[in-house]
């Protein structure tokens, strides 16, 4: 049986990356038949990733079949996988979110979650010795991965763990870190072919906040003016967004990676609460710009209030 392994239903660069990484280790190294999957279509930036390092696209997927030998990457929340997951068999959880619980499994597996900006630094250290043996393109989607996950080392969640991996591939890559990570948030940047809706689940967590279904997006960026400039539409679609996929608010942070600052979109009353109470902002209007704010999984979800 062929064991699919994929990440979250939003595949940023790390969650497009790691599952073809991992197939890698699986077939060449352990000798386990794998496949890497998608549960969404990729953002732009991990589109990038593929055609810059010559990879196919994994095949797109929005079911499992009950007893299919699964191993999931850069997630462990439910809500983020296929809605039957715990009728599959999890072989494995390689992760570095935290624990979010509600994945049932048929038995002992293998789970490694570490407090790491990236699931391919986690992969990486796994592989040890045998990662000498791997390809150029499992190499080079390795460093997207850690360099979009810590943008390129300006995340608060970027660990010197991290930051060593990505050395030390681009350096056996001969690759100039700063050119290439310019290059991918270039590709992030350009969001201009989707639509709000699309933008609003495009890097976006679900979660519950004392009983509140929240979806959380993030739209990082080198070039926000023109995300800004679509301010009010994206602010319309919030409410749309929330009603189709059974949340009761869309919270949206667009971050500019250069001036490391997040603007935050307020759309009604209940959204200025939680940013007030969330990150002592003072909202006055229909944004707020929230100095430092970087990071979806340390400052922003951790600290959310309502």
Not at 104 to 132: N, R, S
Not at 192 to 200: G, H, P, T, V
Request: overall charge negative; some cysteine; aromatic content about 4%.
């Amino acid at each position: 049986m062929t064991t699919l392994v994929f990440g979250h239903k939003s595949p940023d660069t790390d969650s497009t990356g790691s599952p073809i990484i991992w197939s890698w280790y699986l077939n060449e190294i352990m000798g386990v038949d794998a496949k890497p999957v998608l549960l969404g279509e990729p953002n732009t930036e991990a589109l990038f990733m593929l055609e810059h390092w010559n990879l196919p696209k994994p095949e797109i997927i929005t079911e499992v079949g009950a007893g299919t030998s699964v191993v999931i990457v850069d997630t462990n929340n439910p809500a983020e996988l296929p809605a039957n997951i715990n009728n599959c068999d999890i072989k494995a959880i390689i992760d570095h979110h935290r624990l979010v619980g509600g994945l049932e499994t048929k038995g002992p597996i293998h789970m490694v979650i570490k407090p790491l900006a990236c699931t391919a630094t986690i992969m990486v250290q796994i592989a040890g010795e045998d990662w000498a043996k791997a390809p150029k393109e499992i190499k080079g989607a390795a460093l997207s991965c850690i360099l979009s996950d810590t943008l390129e080392f300006r995340s608060p969640t970027t660990t010197e763990e991290d930051r060593a991996v990505a050395t030390a591939l681009a350096a056996d890559l001969g690759v100039d870190m700063t050119a290439f990570a310019s290059d991918m948030f270039a590709a992030k940047s350009d969001v201009s072919a989707f639509s709000d809706a699309e933008l609003l689940r495009m890097d976006s967590k679900e979660m519950d906040l004392n009983g509140t279904g929240l979806r959380v997006s993030v739209l990082e960026t080198t070039s926000p003016a023109p995300l800004l400039a679509r301010k009010d539409a994206l602010m319309a679609a919030m409410p749309v967004v929330a009603s189709e996929d059974g949340a009761a608010e869309v919270l949206l942070f667009i971050v500019d990676i250069l001036k490391e600052e997040a603007t935050m979109l307020i759309p009604n009353d209940t959204v200025k609460t939680i940013a007030e109470k969330s990150f002592g902002a003072t909202v006055s209007g229909d944004h707020v710009v929230l100095p430092g704010i970087m990071s979806r999984k340390k400052q922003i979800i951790p600290n959310l209030k309502m």
